[in-house]
């Protein structure tokens, strides 16, 4: 009976080892958006960033992320990155835009301004 009640110690310190292991990086998770609607009707947003864990990632090329809106479904998708970041995909009208602009998030003290959406989000 002491045998069993070793292993079962030495099961429940393993498994503390392993969580305590955890990479935090690796877990998903995302923050949220403010979107503010300017005097000339464009819109502006927060920095946002969305990225999902290991698990998340498997087969990463066949997920399509949906977005809601206030608990709405909306006509707008990303998708999954190979290191579980999340992405927008869709064809750009100007080719004045930068590409090092759409290679990163921005910096906090920066906003994105989404004319492209500004249509679409008026309806909101």
């Known amino acids: 009976m002491n045998y069993v009640g070793q292993l079962a110690g030495q099961v429940l310190v393993t498994v503390k080892e392993l969580y305590k292991g955890i990479n935090q ?3 998903s998770g995302c923050i949220d958006v403010i979107v503010v609607r300017q005097p000339d009707g464009t819109f502006q947003c927060s920095p946002f960033h ?10 990463s090329r066949e997920k399509v992320i949906d977005i809601e809106i206030n608990g709405e479904p909306v006509e707008l998708h990303m998708k999954l990155g190979d290191n579980g970041e999340a992405f927008f995909v869709q ?7 930068s590409l090092h602009i759409l290679m990163r998030s921005p910096k906090e003290t920066q906003f994105v301004s989404f004319l492209a ?3 679409f989000l008026s309806s909101f």
């Open 25 to 27: 990086a690796t877990l």
């Open 50 to 59: 969305v990225r999902f864990g290991k698990l998340g990632v498997l087969r």
């Open 91 to 97: 064809e750009a009208e100007q080719s004045s835009v």
């Open 117 to 119: 959406y500004n249509n």
